[in-house]
């Protein structure tokens, strides 16, 4: 495990020493050898999803766009089970290649209400310029696209986050919420989906450090925190 992970991990460990009656946490830091069995595709597979020095890595390759039954399958990605948490983060490095005007890359989430029924769809997604508002930025999915978050880092790994309360869904940018709604009903999050859109050009999405499990109020905005404080120390070890 590299230096930057053990920092995190250290950090994220001893937070949770001191908030263990507030958080019950997963973290997938995808080091090399690390398993994605309990990864399944959504929608349709992408070209690759696999871990390249201590991140994962998923590939879109743009000359299958347009290859599956609908447009509906041009999305592609893997999602991993999260029932019952009310917490979930993963790091995504932002490329400042991606300056075309399409959707390229983020996270999407089912949220579940207090008797399992579906429901939300929460996303956060990083858009070029001219798709859903003339800036780039992570757009934010709540029923329709709603707002755009430009707290991002070109050509860094940026935190992004959900945390379902006051029966609703919280959006988090690099420790800031940047959307929150109320009306869902939404308690927790079943499947958390990494995916990206193929619009006919080939790219890579890496992620790092899926994080999700179960947080009070006060253990979230401090895992933010910690987790911008790690983040910060990678940084100025890369």
Same mark, same amino acid.
Do not use: H
């Given at each position: +495990?590299?230096?930057?992970?053990? +920092?995190? &991990? =250290?950090?994220?460990?001893? =937070? @949770? ?7 019950? &946490?997963? !973290? ?25 020095? $201590? ?8 000359? !299958? ?9 041009? !999305?592609?990605? +893997?999602?991993?089970? !999260?029932?019952?948490?009310? @917490? ?47 800036? =780039? ?5 709540? $029923? ?7 707290? @991002?880092?070109?050509?860094?790994? $940026? ?17 800031? +919420? ?30 790092? $450090? ?19 404080? =790690? ?8």
């Amino acid at each position: +495990m590299n230096f930057s992970k053990l +920092m995190k &991990l =250290a950090v994220l460990g001893s =937070a @949770f020493m001191t908030m263990s009656s507030q958080a019950t &946490l997963v !973290t997938k830091t995808f080091d090399n050898g690390d398993s994605l069995a309990d990864f399944s595709v959504d929608r349709a597979a992408p070209a690759g999803f696999q871990i390249i020095n $201590n991140e994962l890595v998923m590939s879109i390759d743009g000359s !299958t766009f347009g290859t599956g039954p609908s447009a509906f399958y041009d !999305t592609q990605g +893997m999602k991993i089970d !999260t029932t019952g948490s009310n @917490f979930v983060s993963v790091d995504m490095y932002i490329d400042s290649a991606w300056s075309n005007s399409e959707r390229f890359a983020g996270m999407w989430g089912v949220g579940k209400n207090d008797t399992n029924d579906i429901s939300s769809y929460p996303i956060i997604e990083f858009q070029g310029p001219g798709v859903t508002d003339p800036s =780039a930025g992570l757009a934010i999915w709540d $029923n329709a696209w709603v707002d755009l978050s430009t707290l @991002f880092n070109l050509d860094e790994f $940026n935190t992004i986050a959900y945390k379902a309360a006051n029966n609703g869904v919280q959006y988090f940018v690099n420790g800031t +919420m940047v959307y929150s709604e109320t009306a869902s009903g939404t308690s927790s999050f079943g499947d958390i989906i990494l995916n990206a859109k193929n619009d006919g050009n080939s790219f890579d999405v890496r992620y790092d $450090n899926l994080t999700y499990g179960v947080v009070s109020e006060p253990g979230a905005i401090a895992l933010l925190g910690l987790g911008m404080f =790690a983040m910060g120390l990678r940084r100025r070890k890369s």
